[in-house]
T-cell receptor
Framework: DAGVTQSPTHLIKTRGQQVTLRCSPI?????VSWYQQVLGQGPQFIFQ???????GRGNFPDRFSARQFPNYSSELNVNALLLGDSALYLC???????????FGPGTRLTVL | QKEVEQDPGPLSVPEGAIVSLNCTYS??????FMWYRQYSRKGPELLMY????GNKEDGRFTAQVDKSSKYISLFIRDSQPSDSATYLC??????????????FGKGTKLSVIP
């Protein structure tokens, strides 16, 4: 089975712009979570979606939003980009209760 | 105080050494504990997953959890240069399908010298 896939791999934006990141889960996984990992830090939870509903939100501003589609893929949107949004954005998916999360390779976002 | 504390290192050991990586946590609601390995500029890869106090072994890796002390460890035996990576501890209060989020430590950067 293919693992979690994310696109694009790298992205360069300027301050004030908007960005959309995409994630395709492992087949059969219905839960998708997004994490932000700033250089030198551990990943920080942004959102979790399960069965297309938001089930958890971390301590991030409203500039961050996400959604999950009927095929369980997901998009993360960030508006009005700031320099501090530069990070590796990770998508993680899981199957059901008792299972843990499996991470994708991430999208590296650079804001200039 | 951060919920999860992890010494960022860096930690440098000779090939063949036993490596000990540790995390402490303050939230007693955490019940599920994981160790991830992350190579440079890649996504985290799950190494170990446990939910009870005690030891869990998988090959050269042993995960240890002490809930009474709020302390978890990962031991790597016979360390190899390919083990050089950043090791992240992660914890969750529940594994219900409806709500699940991991809280991570900062990660410990390990280098195994041939």
């Amino acid at each position: 089975d293919a693992g979690v896939t994310q696109s694009p791999t790298h992205l360069i934006k300027t301050r004030g712009q908007q960005v959309t990141l995409r994630c395709s889960p492992i087949s059969g996984h219905k839960s998708v979570s997004w994490y932000q990992q700033v250089l030198g830090q551990g990943p920080q939870f942004i959102f979790q979606y399960y069965e297309k509903e938001e089930r958890g939100r971390g301590n991030f501003p409203d500039r961050f939003s996400a959604r999950q589609f009927p095929n369980y893929s997901s998009e993360l949107n960030v508006n009005a980009l700031l320099l501090g949004d530069s990070a590796l954005y990770l998508c993680a998916t899981r199957n059901a209760e008792g299972d843990t999360q499996y991470f994708g390779p991430g999208t590296r976002l650079t804001v200039l | 105080q951060k919920e999860v504390e992890q010494d960022p290192g860096p930690l440098s050991v000779p090939e063949g050494a036993i490596v000990s990586l540790n995390c402490t946590y303050s939230n007693s609601a955490f019940q599920y504990f994981m160790w991830y390995r992350q190579y440079s500029r890649k996504g985290p890869e799950l190494l170990m997953y446990t939910y009870s106090s005690g030891n869990k072994e998988d090959g050269r890796f042993t995960a240890q959890v002490d809930k009474s002390s709020k302390y978890i460890s990962l031991f790597i035996r016979d360390s190899q240069p390919s083990d050089s990576a950043t090791y992240l501890c992660a914890m969750s209060a529940n594994v219900g399908a409806g709500s699940y989020q991991l809280t991570f430590g900062k990660g410990t950067k390990l280098s195994v010298i041939p």
